[in-house]
């Protein structure tokens, strides 16, 4: 295959997945998942990304980065850190 084309309906109705070059589109898409899930939920940004983790590219430890700082100073309220657990610990028996 030499040439690939895009279809006009595609671009118009926001089909097309870009990369995520900013902290303000990956606000918008974050917003859009967050939307689609239940208030209380516990999932890993990966997790509420699903599939379009990819879209952030080399990206995505300064995006996330930028994220918990946003998180912290109360900038951005949609979602409240956790905590990480160890792979040892998450595997121990709870009392």
């Not at 309906?9 to 900013?22: A, G, N």
């Not at 606000?27 to 990819?54: F, H, P, Y």
């Not at 990206?59 to 979602?79: C, D, F, H, P, V």
């Amino acid at each position: 295959m030499k040439n690939l084309y895009i279809i006009d309906t595609q671009i118009k109705e926001r089909k097309l997945e870009t990369v995520i070059h900013s902290f303000l589109y990956f606000r918008v898409l974050l917003n859009d998942k967050i939307n689609k899930l239940t208030i209380g939920e516990s999932k890993s940004l990966k997790s509420i990304l699903g599939k379009s983790a990819r879209r952030l590219n080399d990206r995505a430890a300064e995006l996330e980065a930028e994220l918990i700082k946003n998180i912290q100073a109360g900038l951005y309220t949609k979602l409240k850190r956790g905590t990480v657990m160890q792979h040892q610990e998450a595997n121990k028996p709870s009392v």
